[in-house]
């Protein structure tokens, strides 16, 4: 499987959803809540949901009467949101390293590590130029990544789940660039299917994403460290919870 690639299939797979079904919508609820009543937005507000799988915190904002658009790169999950849709609720198949909207939005997010996938830093930084061009000026980006120097110290290089009857088993390992985790899948009602997947994500810190937003026109305005929105500690913290705000056009 090409590394470029391997978020296409994985994200695709029936199996990701059964190994993270915990990720579940009245968790997303939760974390939207405080997350709103800290950004406190206008009524209305336009929003841009980037990576939004299956819309489950697209779907949370728009209940609270925002106007919410979703994007992602799966075609299954957003076959699945569509179904979803209201006059204040859009899907669209989108690649977020491609332009999408300019200067329309007044929010825009991207949530649960939905980033550090692509093979190359060019790649990043067209990302972060995309979410950047769709915002207003004055308008804000959250982007919610896992914490590098927390990830490192406790990672668990190994675990063994059953699920639903499937076996997960889980390896995971970093070097100096990337956090790495390979799952090998076995499901006794497909016993043929040898499944094998592995993620990649891209150890980007805080400094980096500075950096980044800083090009596109951004300014880190604070940063949290879990979903309760608790303060940033980079050793203490399993979150990195950015919030920027476009200065300029």
């Not at 336009?46 to 994007?71: E, N, Q, W, Y």
């Not at 992602?72 to 859009?90: M, V, Y």
């Not at 390992?173 to 990649?200: A, C, G, M």
Request: net charge neutral; aromatic share 16%; glycine share 4%.
């Amino acid at each position: 499987m090409s590394q470029i690639e391997w978020y296409r299939d994985w994200f695709s797979s029936p199996y990701y959803e059964i190994l993270y079904f915990r990720r579940n919508e009245e968790e997303a609820q939760h974390f939207i809540n405080r997350l709103m009543q800290h950004l406190n937005p206008p009524p209305g507000s336009f929003m841009l949901d980037v990576a939004c799988g299956k819309g489950r915190h697209s779907k949370c904002l728009a209940r609270m009467g925002f106007d919410v658009t979703g994007i992602d790169l799966s075609a299954p999950f957003i076959t699945e949101a569509k179904q979803f849709e209201t006059n204040n609720l859009h899907f669209f198949l989108h690649d977020m390293r491609m332009p999408f909207r300019i200067n329309y939005y007044n929010y825009a997010f991207n949530f649960f590590t939905s980033f550090g996938y692509f093979r190359t830093m060019r790649e990043h930084d067209s990302a972060v130029r995309t979410i950047a061009q769709s915002l207003k000026p004055g308008g804000i980006f959250v982007i919610d990544y896992l914490n590098v120097h927390y990830t490192e110290e406790n990672l668990v290089k190994e675990e063994l789940r059953v699920i639903e009857g499937v076996t997960f088993d889980v390896n995971k390992w970093y070097d100096d660039d990337h956090f790495f985790k390979r799952v090998k899948i076995s499901d006794p009602q497909h016993p043929e299917l040898k499944q094998n997947f592995t993620e990649r994500v891209a150890k980007f810190t805080l400094g980096d994403f500075t950096d980044m937003l800083t090009y596109q026109s951004m300014q880190v305005q604070g940063v949290f460290g879990d979903y309760a929105l608790s303060h940033y500690d980079i050793r203490k913290s399993p979150r990195m919870i950015i919030i920027a705000k476009k200065i300029r056009s």
